[in-house]
């Protein structure tokens, strides 16, 4: 038996779980105990358990539910699973369930991860954590193995009344639980805990900062998971916002021939007030740039391929996937331009504005590397997010690639990075980009 000690994030609790689940060796046993589980760490997971279940390892899931720490959408998600999922929580008041328990077990050996780290990114990987991994060799350490188990069997196998399995029934009773936060409650209360900019500011004449290794890439399955939702809350919330602009019009129509006050309608429900079940906390954007604009001429649309005039769109499910890593919509400040000219349709144009430092560089010219403000912005009246850089314009062309980086405690929020058509940058950035919107040719990904 060996007894090693994590310090995290100088050695990831995360990085050695995934290497003893895909271990050569294949599991007979995995447990995961949990207090809190995020649903981005439950989704970097998904494959891998089931995988393993499919190929006849025993594995269980337990989760509790205390403290807002799990969310619904994380249990309407590991409901879904083909495994064995247990709730714990014992209703006595003052009781919280707490434990962080990881166990991987083969027919050689086995070990046991037993710290203070949730099932959760931060937990994972990016947070300050403690741990203690404990390695056993087996046949010999069995009895040392046995011991530990048992001693731990009331996490490993609960049972009734404060362990219940999740199937479809409990899973309704939880989902009414106001106790119980979806998503986007809990990520208001994580907002809330952490305060507002200022005091965010005002932390850095009191505290410390050092860089930390963050998560790994976020995977192709988990980004279409979060995007698909998304998505298709936008849609809705599209289709909503039509319908209403409809029964507006039909209540000004009757109110003018009747001569009638108009009627109250249905309001539409503005996208800096749109709420995302599901988010994705990434470190990178990448994103294809685009040609905007047209030429009139065969030789002016040829150049318009070599060009990139200035505003780039960014697919509002990329937005509203990530709004943390925008800082969407908290950072923007609204501004009315009034219409002019004869094609006025007398409403204002509607922006939605932030000005934050990007740090613009491009691979292979040095030269080209500078901070300067850059517009990133929602323009309400045709529903799409833009940002405007004119060196960059200057620099890129249609075809070329960007990886946009948000930064902690540098002289800008973002970082930049072109990588243009030929360099292996672009094309290793390309390949990322499996991510489309059903709206435009964009291309993108998060990573």
Not at 129 to 134: H, L, P, T
Not at 182 to 199: I, N, V
Not at 345 to 351: A, F, I, M, S, T
Request: hydrophobic residues 40%; charged residues 20%; glycine residues 6%.
């Amino acid at each position: 038996m060996d007894v090693n000690f994590i310090a995290q994030p100088e050695v990831q609790l995360g990085t050695l779980l995934n290497a003893a689940l895909g271990s050569a060796e294949l599991p007979t046993r995995v447990v995961l105990v949990s207090a809190f589980a995020s649903l981005q760490a439950v989704l970097r997971l998904k494959a891998r358990l089931i995988a393993l279940h499919a190929s006849g390892t025993a594995v269980r899931v337990v989760v509790g539910v205390d403290m807002g720490g799990t969310s619904k959408e994380v249990l309407k998600e590991l409901a879904t699973w083909p495994l064995d999922v247990f709730v714990f929580k014992n209703r006595k008041g003052g009781v919280t369930f707490h434990p962080k328990l990881y166990i991987v077990e083969t027919a050689d050996s086995a070990e046991i991860f037993l710290g203070s780290n949730n099932l959760t990114d931060g937990g994972l990987y990016g947070n300050y954590e403690g741990a203690v991994r404990v390695s056993y060799a087996l046949p010999d350490d069995v009895l040392e193995l046995t011991k530990a188990k048992t001693q731990l069997s009331k996490f490993i196998n609960p049972a009734l009344p404060i362990g219940r399995q999740l199937d479809a029934n409990y899973l309704q009773q939880l989902l009414l639980r106001r106790d119980i936060p979806d998503e986007a409650e809990a990520r208001k209360r994580r907002k809330e805990a952490r305060g507002t900019s200022a005091q965010t500011a005002a932390a850095a004449n009191v505290f410390g900062f050092e860089p930390t290794q963050g998560p790994p890439r976020l995977s192709v399955d988990v980004q279409q998971v979060v995007l698909a939702a998304v998505r298709s809350q936008l849609d809705a919330l599209a289709e909503a916002n039509r319908q209403a602009k409809l029964k507006e019009r039909a209540a000004k129509k009757q109110a003018a021939s009747s001569g009638q006050a108009v009627a109250p309608v249905s309001a539409t429900v503005a996208i800096q007030n749109f709420v995302p079940l599901a988010q994705l906390t990434p470190t990178s954007f990448y994103l294809e740039l685009t040609a905007t604009g047209s030429g009139s001429t065969a030789a002016a649309a040829g150049a318009q391929q070599r060009k990139i005039p200035g505003e780039q769109r960014v697919p509002l499910e990329a937005i509203n996937a990530a709004q943390e890593f925008w800082g969407w919509p908290d950072n923007y400040i609204e501004d009315r331009n009034p219409r002019k000219g004869n094609n006025s349709k007398g409403e204002d144009r509607v922006y939605f504005n932030w000005k934050p430092k990007w740090r613009l560089r491009m691979i292979g010219n040095p030269a080209n590397d500078l901070v300067q403000d850059v517009r990133m912005y929602f323009y309400q009246n045709s529903s799409d997010y833009r940002f405007y850089s004119g060196k960059l314009s200057g620099w890129a062309k249609a075809g070329d690639m960007i990886q946009l980086t948000r930064c902690e405690d540098m002289p800008y929020e973002y970082e930049c990075v072109l990588a243009v058509v030929g360099t292996p940058e672009h094309a290793a950035w390309k390949a990322l980009c499996t991510q489309g919107s059903a709206h435009s040719p964009r291309v993108f990904a998060f990573a």
